[in-house]
T-cell receptor, first 114, second 109 residues
Framework: DAMVIQNPRYQVTQFGKPVTLSCSQTLNHNVMYWYQQKSSQAPKLLFHYYDKDFNNEADTPDNFQSRRPNTSFCFLDIRSPGLGDAAMYLC?????????????FGQGTRLTVV | AQRVTQPEKLLSVFKGAPVELKCNYSYSGSPELFWYVQYSRQRLQLLLRHISRESIKGFTADLNKGETSFHLKKPFAQEEDSAMYYCALQSGGSYIPTFGRGTSLIVHP
C-alpha cells in the first residue's frame, strides 16, 4: 500500500546529542511536512517542502533543520535536543494542489530526551 | 492569522447517544475545513471535508460561516467511534493545514 512511513517509532536521545528522524513516502507527493505535537496540544507545523523548495515557519527554532534529498525521503535533524523538544513528530505529505488537498500522515516518532 | 479552536479536550458519551464535537475557527477569507481522526495506535487520517458535504461513518459537519464553526455530529455514537478528532483549516488555496488541539471522544458501552 502507498503510504507514509516514519522511522523510528520511538527515539530516545541524550540532552544535546544530535538526532535525526526520517520519513519516506510512496505516494509521490510534492509536499512533505514536519509537525511537532506536544501532549494535549495541536500539531504545530515546523516546516515543509514543496518539491525541493524549503519553507520554514517563522517561529521554528534554528535547532531544527530538515533535508529532502529526493521526492521520497525527508529528514528532521535536531542539532542539540533539549528537554523541551520531547514530543511526537509527525511527517505528512500532500499533492499540494490547493486548499482541498488532504494530508497523509505517518504514524509519528515519539522523541524522548534524557 | 488563522486559528482553530476545539474547546473540549474530552467528550465522554454512552453508546447510542448523540455526539457533537465542536470546532470554531478564525480566518477572514474563505476557509476549507476538515475533520481528521486518529484511532488508537493508528495514524492521523482524513474523516471528512466540508466541501464534500458527505456523511462518513455516520458523521456529518456543516460549515457555518456566520458562527465560524464546523462542528462534527453523529446522531448515535458507536463504541468504535472512540478516537481523537482534530479539526483543521486550510486558508483559501493553501495546502497547509492548521490544526486544533483535538478532542478525545470516548464512547462507553
Amino acid at each position: 500500500d502507498a503510504m507514509v512511513i516514519q522511522n523510528p517509532r520511538y527515539q530516545v536521545t541524550q540532552f544535546g546529542k544530535p538526532v535525526t528522524l526520517s520519513c519516506s513516502q510512496t505516494l509521490n507527493h510534492n509536499v512533505m511536512y514536519w509537525y511537532q505535537q506536544k501532549s494535549s496540544q495541536a500539531p504545530k507545523l515546523l516546516f515543509h517542502y514543496y518539491d525541493k523548495d524549503f519553507n520554514n515557519e517563522a517561529d521554528t527554532p534554528d535547532n531544527f533543520q530538515s533535508r529532502r534529498p529526493n521526492t521520497s525521503f525527508c529528514f528532521l535533524d535536531i542539532r542539540s535536543p533539549g528537554l523541551g523538544d520531547a514530543a511526537m513528530y509527525l511527517c505528512a505529505t500532500s499533492t499540494g494542489t490547493g486548499g482541498l488537498t488532504e494530508a497523509f500522515f505517518g504514524q509519528g516518532t515519539r522523541l524522548t530526551v534524557v | 492569522a488563522q486559528r482553530v479552536t476545539q474547546p473540549e479536550k474530552l467528550l465522554s458519551v454512552f453508546k447510542g447517544a448523540p455526539v457533537e464535537l465542536k470546532c470554531n475557527y478564525s480566518y477572514s477569507g474563505s476557509p476549507e475545513l476538515f475533520w481528521y481522526v486518529q484511532y488508537s495506535r493508528q495514524r492521523l487520517q482524513l474523516l471528512l471535508r466540508h466541501i464534500s458535504r458527505e456523511s462518513i461513518k455516520g458523521f456529518t459537519a456543516d460549515l457555518n460561516k456566520g458562527e465560524t464553526s464546523f462542528h462534527l455530529k453523529k446522531p448515535f455514537a458507536q463504541e468504535e467511534d472512540s478516537a481523537m478528532y482534530y479539526c483543521a483549516l486550510q486558508s483559501g488555496g493553501s495546502y497547509i493545514p492548521t490544526f486544533g488541539r483535538g478532542t478525545s471522544l470516548i464512547v462507553h458501552p
